[in-house]
């Protein structure tokens, strides 16, 4: 456990830390500020794994047209075991990983983590935790005139959960924002997939449906600070994939309901009646 809190510190909290710092000092000792500029440098740092998250993204899509790939859903229909593993086979043949799309989430859980302990610590008031504070911070790093830091933003506590108040109740505002971004983020920038009951495309809708609540949750319940990184990251997420020209903006309307190949589309006549079947 020491080991890992060792390598944890080392290679997480300490340099998120002292970045957060050196941010809030150059933009006037505003700790919310510096979160957003935090935000948007750990975004520019990830974008290439954002770029091969889209380029993943769009190999899947290519796959699920491929007639190789419609011919094991075809003949497996019924045994969803083997269709699974022949499809695993065709991903490796490939050169496709199912799960590349999904990497850019899994590498944010230890930035979410450790961007949490970064804020609490650096927040602390107490003279016994400013002492462990300063263990975190590198010598270039002036202390002495930033601590105790500054954690008030426009009607936020960076430390809290953020609550605004509005008629005698609590709002949580920015947890509302959070689900909301992250619905449209997922929404729009995930390709329309060929075949809706893949596999693959089955995984992806319930991460794009249970994500935006499981980040809201956060939002909801722990530093403000972190519900601050949600939103902006969500933001500047969506403004880079627009700029890549990548939005799939029809994924945020309905669709359609079509029949299937050699259904015949049963409609509603005038008088009721159905169209399109025998007469």
Known sequence: MELFDLIWNNLIINPMINTLLWIYSVVGNNFGLAIILFTILIRLITYPLTAQQLKASKAMQAMQS????????KKYKDDK???????????????????????PTLIQLPIIFGLYQAIIRALAAAPIQLLGFSKHIYPFIDAANLLPLNSHFLWMDMGQPE????????????????????????????????????Q??????????????????????????LA??????????????????????????????EAGPGVAKMGTGSSGTKTGGKK
């Open 200 to 225: 693959s495309a089955q995984m992806t809708k319930m991460m794009n449906l249970y994500m935006p609540f499981l980040m809201g949750y956060f939002a909801f319940q722990y530093a403000s600070g």
């Open 66 to 73: 491929d007639k190789r790939f419609l011919d094991l859903q």
């Open 228 to 257: 601050l990184y949600f939103v902006v990251s969500n933001l500047v997420g969506i403004i880079q994939y627009g700029l890549m020209g990548k939005l799939n903006w029809r994924n945020l309307l309905p669709k359609k309901i």
């Open 81 to 103: 075991q083997t269709l699974s593993q022949e499809q695993m086979k065709l991903y490796q043949e490939m050169g496709i990983s199912p799960f590349a799309s999904c990497l």
């Open 163 to 198: 609550r605004l108040m509005l008629f005698g109740f609590g709002v949580p505002t920015l947890a509302i924002l959070v689900v909301v971004s992250t619905y449209l983020q997922t929404k729009m920038m995930t390709p329309p997939s060929a075949n809706p009951n893949d």
